[in-house]
């Protein structure tokens, strides 16, 4: 799409040379846009990378993870208290570093909050009902989130990165695709773990079932992360490559599910261990878990020794 413009920017009276460098101009223009994000992310020391880690939509996500974790029966009312003051804390610190106020913490306070009140306000009855479902309800929400800010065309991961990249990359289509495929992605797993949790607590009245409460629900919590991490990179090394400059490789479609071979291992001693499910099933767990582990070692190191 560059090209055509470029060339028919240069008047036919130009010499050859000054068209060719509007072109090589422009190359670099979309290099440069394609390799801010890897520049900007690199911080300074300890310091900079953690104050580069509240730029990560995984902050905004942390107090629903912890109320993932922390709630469960007579727990709600802690749960509640606790995400609330990680959401409040994540807000505090955002503000301090002059970082803008975002629409995945804006739901955080409002969540979190109006729940602690209903829960400090309800029945016993109402309480019992809260913390078989709450659990749904936070996936649910969650999911209405992610697919809402995806439809108004603002992706909530947006907001963050573009606190990590220059301004110029903003509008970039990459930039916005990138954005776009990693909200959705978290949209799916909000999705799967909210339909995980309800089959465990209304068809196996389980809600802490191993598998629908716990393994499938972190399953795609892992991927989510894993693609996060995965997409940008690879985006940014198939745009540097088509521009012809050098780059590290860009990460292969099976680096995506490098942190999910150790899941299996986890998985595999899991169901030894509190007897949920057979033992073959475990032990073939264990297995493809490490097989596929060593495999993927083995080609990052490959892939690493033939970029150097």
Not at 294 to 306: F, M, S, T
Request: proline content about 5%; some cysteine.
């Amino acid at each position: 799409m560059t090209r055509p413009l470029l060339t028919i920017g240069a008047r036919p009276d130009q010499p050859a040379a000054m068209a060719a460098g509007d072109a090589d101009q422009g190359r670099r223009r979309t290099a440069a846009a394609a390799t801010a994000s890897a520049e900007t992310d690199r911080g300074i020391g300890f310091r900079g990378k953690l104050l580069n880690a509240f730029d990560s939509p995984l902050v905004g996500l942390s107090p629903w993870i912890v109320f993932a974790l922390v709630s469960g029966p007579g727990r709600l009312e802690l749960a509640c208290v606790l995400a609330l003051a990680l959401a409040l804390t994540i807000v505090a610190v955002g503000r301090l570093r002059g970082g803008s106020l975002k629409l995945l913490e804006l739901s955080d306070l409002s969540f979190f909050g109006c729940l602690a009140v209903v829960v400090a306000l309800a029945s016993g009855g109402t309480q019992d009902w809260l913390e078989t479902w709450s659990g749904e309800i936070a996936n649910v929400a969650l999911v209405v989130i992610a697919a809402g800010s995806i439809a108004v065309r603002t992706p909530f991961t947006i907001q963050y990165a573009r606190e990590r990249v220059d301004p110029s990359v903003w509008n970039t289509p990459r930039f916005q695709r990138v954005n776009y495929a990693i909200s959705g992605a978290w949209a799916l797993a909000f999705a799967v773990q909210a339909a995980s949790g309800a089959f465990g607590d209304a068809v196996l009245n389980d809600s802490n079932n191993l598998w629908t409460g716990w393994i499938i629900q972190i399953f795609a919590l892992i991927l989510a992360v894993q693609f996060t991490v995965w997409y940008p990179k690879r985006t940014r090394g198939l745009a540097l490559q088509r521009q012809g400059l050098p780059s590290e490789p860009p990460p292969p479609v099976r680096q995506l599910f490098v942190g999910m071979t150790g899941w299996l291992i986890v998985i595999g001693i899991l169901v030894l261990v509190l007897d949920s499910g057979p033992t073959w099933l475990g032990i073939a767990l264990i297995a493809a878990g490490t097989v596929t582990t060593r495999q993927l070692k083995r080609d990052g190191d490959a892939a690493h020794a033939a970029a150097t």
